[in-house]
């Protein structure tokens, strides 16, 4: 059955009232959302933004700017006179990954480094060549990689030490907002896990990494369930009886918001960067190494891998290739042999093979390949990225019966669903939802606030089927793309 967004008027709407924030890739977010799950018509605010880059791998964003974003949000969606003192919760996710330092009084000594920042990629280097990390990722569930803590507090005490040594604590951009916003940095059990220095199983900080990463464990702050928000606090009249839920990452809220609730669900995440989630009761056995297995709650693991450049990578060729206006039917069009090879990597790969240094490859490339085809070849790139972590998936995974894709690549061209179905060999059901992540942080609050209250349906489209005819095709060019990474991005 397929449905469609429903938003709902605000004398409509089933208290108790959420309001969820979603800090993203390019744009703050946040709207009113009421007990179903269903956004509240005309609620709803977003603030572009852009991480500042530089082709030394920089990738970072100022975080008083998105601070003053989440205000912006925040005046937005409260002021209407009728909300009165509905809203019994504020709850936020943001990108995973991110890394502030602060001083003692919660001042920011650095800008907020992105998950895309690779500067620390010599630090990766060292700290493999120092620790075991099957070891390490078999604890906490996470490789050594540029978007981690460890090697990215490594690479500052190399470079900056006086900075470090000013460092009273080490936030997440979530944090930092909200210490801004009410004075506690409330960190979710999920945003501490993606600093990859917890253990999976105990839910403890791991010592040998803290260690190497020349961290006190009181620099970080404790991780928290959603079932552990803070008190409500003086400030906007609408808020005035609202608790302040645990900071979560995107990642944990996508699956949720896309209705990937159990291990028989994977999302295909499509924003500007992407993922294949599932949700495991537990921690994933046999964990593959090429993997992560993040701990979002006492009970709960993520297992998945994190795909830096998909909407990235769209927008990229959007704006640097002159494509023509029909773009779609470039994605429509049969697959082909003359088609370049692409190894989308702008900004890095993380799963599965973790070269934080790679960059984008393009191959086969001749005088009559015109700008659709770099396009299609592109977009192919990056469904092989996904099959590659869907392959490292299967093992611990067993049990998945559908791939739903969410997200702005999958909402503004669904024709590559097609594309990445036939990759992937299996069918993959389009999750229409817009805000499908905002959805699930508004879920994830609901959930403590009013777990009686049943949800509202996700809003689907088109289940997409793999075609037999073009089987063959694609595993030829899976070949060459596995080929081609050995040869020029493979650490």
């Given at each position: 059955?397929?449905?469609?967004?429903?938003?709902?008027?605000?004398?409509?709407?089933?208290?108790?009232?959420?309001?969820?924030?979603?800090?993203?890739?390019?744009?703050?977010?946040?709207?009113?959302?009421?007990?179903?799950?269903?956004?509240?018509?005309?609620?709803?605010?977003?603030?572009?933004?852009?991480?500042?880059?530089?082709?030394?791998?920089?990738?970072?964003?100022?975080?008083?700017?998105?601070?003053?974003?989440?205000?912006?949000?925040?005046?937005?969606?409260?002021?209407?006179?009728?909300?009165?003192?509905?809203?019994?919760?504020?709850?936020?996710?943001?990108?995973?990954?991110?890394?502030?330092?602060?001083d003692a009084a919660g001042r920011a000594l650095t800008p907020c480094f992105t998950y895309a920042d690779s500067r620390s990629s010599a630090a990766v280097t060292a700290l493999r060549e120092q620790l075991d990390e099957h070891a390490v990722q078999q604890r906490t569930g996470t490789r050594l990689h540029t978007s981690y803590h460890a090697p990215r507090l490594r690479w500052l005490a190399e470079t900056q030490p006086r900075l470090v040594a000013?460092?009273?604590?080490?936030?997440?951009?979530?944090?930092?907002?909200?210490?801004?916003?009410i004075g506690q940095p409330l960190a979710g059990t999920s945003t501490v896990a993606w600093t990859g220095l917890l253990d999976r199983r105990t839910g403890a900080l791991d010592a040998e990494l803290l260690a190497a990463a020349g961290l006190e464990p009181g620099q970080l702050s404790p991780p928290r369930d959603m079932d552990q928000p803070a008190p409500a606090t003086a400030g906007r009249p609408a808020l005035v009886r609202a608790v302040w839920?645990?900071?979560?990452?995107?990642?944990?809220?996508?699956?949720?918001?896309?209705?990937?609730?159990?291990?028989?669900?994977?999302?295909?995440?499509?924003?500007?960067?992407?993922?294949?989630?599932?949700?495991?009761?537990?921690?994933?056995?046999?964990?593959?190494?090429?993997?992560?297995?993040?701990?979002?709650?006492?009970?709960?693991?993520?297992?998945?891998?994190?795909?830096?450049?998909?909407?990235?990578?769209?927008?990229?060729?959007?704006?640097?290739?002159?494509?023509?206006?029909?773009?779609?039917?470039?994605?429509?069009?049969?697959?082909?042999?003359?088609?370049?090879?692409?190894?989308?990597?702008?900004?890095?790969?993380?799963?599965?093979?973790?070269?934080?240094?790679?960059?984008?490859?393009?191959?086969?490339?001749?005088?009559?390949?015109?700008?659709?085809?770099?396009?299609?070849?592109?977009?192919?790139?990056?469904?092989?990225?996904?099959?590659?972590?869907?392959?490292?998936?299967?093992?611990?995974?067993?049990?998945?019966?559908?791939?739903?894709?969410?997200?702005?690549?999958?909402?503004?061209?669904?024709?590559?669903?097609?594309?990445?179905?036939?990759?992937?060999?299996?069918?993959?059901?389009?999750?229409?939802?817009?805000?499908?992540?905002?959805?699930?942080?508004?879920?994830?609050?609901?959930?403590?606030?009013?777990?009686?209250?049943?949800?509202?349906?996700?809003?689907?489209?088109?289940?997409?089927?793999?075609?037999?005819?073009?089987?063959?095709?694609?595993?030829?060019?899976?070949?060459?793309?596995?080929?081609?990474?050995?040869?020029?991005?493979?650490?």
């Amino acid at each position: 059955m397929t449905h469609f967004d429903d938003d709902v008027a605000l004398d409509r709407a089933l208290d108790p009232l959420v309001l969820a924030l979603d800090i993203g890739s390019t744009a703050t977010r946040g709207g009113v959302h009421d007990a179903s799950g269903r956004r509240v018509h005309g609620l709803q605010h977003k603030v572009p933004h852009a991480f500042t880059v530089a082709p030394d791998g920089t990738s970072v964003i100022d975080p008083d700017q998105v601070t003053a974003e989440v205000e912006q949000v925040l005046d937005a969606v409260t002021g209407d006179p009728r909300l009165g003192t509905r809203i019994a919760g504020v709850a936020m996710d943001t990108f995973a990954a991110s890394l502030i330092g602060v001083d003692a009084a919660g001042r920011a000594l650095t800008p907020c480094f992105t998950y895309a920042d690779s500067r620390s990629s010599a630090a990766v280097t060292a700290l493999r060549e120092q620790l075991d990390e099957h070891a390490v990722q078999q604890r906490t569930g996470t490789r050594l990689h540029t978007s981690y803590h460890a090697p990215r507090l490594r690479w500052l005490a190399e470079t900056q030490p006086r900075l470090v040594a000013q460092a009273a604590a080490w936030w997440s951009l979530g944090e930092y907002v909200f210490a801004r916003l009410i004075g506690q940095p409330l960190a979710g059990t999920s945003t501490v896990a993606w600093t990859g220095l917890l253990d999976r199983r105990t839910g403890a900080l791991d010592a040998e990494l803290l260690a190497a990463a020349g961290l006190e464990p009181g620099q970080l702050s404790p991780p928290r369930d959603m079932d552990q928000p803070a008190p409500a606090t003086a400030g906007r009249p609408a808020l005035v009886r609202a608790v302040w839920f645990p900071v979560i990452t995107d990642g944990f809220a996508s699956n949720i918001g896309s209705g990937a609730l159990d291990a028989t669900v994977l999302t295909a995440a499509t924003a500007t960067s992407g993922a294949l989630r599932v949700l495991l009761d537990g921690p994933a056995d046999p964990l593959p190494f090429g993997l992560w297995n993040y701990r979002v709650a006492a009970d709960r693991t993520l297992l998945g891998g994190a795909i830096n450049d998909v909407g990235r990578a769209v927008s990229w060729a959007q704006s640097t290739l002159r494509l023509s206006p029909g773009i779609a039917a470039a994605l429509s069009a049969a697959p082909s042999d003359a088609t370049p090879l692409v190894l989308p990597y702008l900004t890095g790969e993380r799963a599965p093979g973790w070269a934080g240094g790679a960059r984008a490859v393009f191959g086969g490339v001749s005088a009559a390949t015109d700008a659709d085809s770099l396009f299609r070849g592109m977009a192919e790139g990056v469904a092989m990225t996904y099959a590659r972590v869907a392959d490292e998936l299967r093992p611990a995974a067993s049990r998945i019966i559908e791939v739903a894709a969410a997200g702005r690549v999958s909402n503004d061209l669904p024709e590559w669903l097609q594309v990445l179905a036939d990759v992937l060999g299996r069918p993959v059901t389009h999750v229409t939802r817009r805000r499908a992540t905002q959805r699930g942080t508004a879920l994830l609050a609901l959930d403590v606030l009013a777990p009686g209250v049943p949800r509202a349906p996700r809003a689907t489209g088109a289940t997409y089927e793999p075609r037999s005819a073009h089987a063959e095709h694609y595993a030829v060019r899976r070949e060459r793309f596995a080929e081609a990474y050995e040869v020029l991005v493979k650490p």
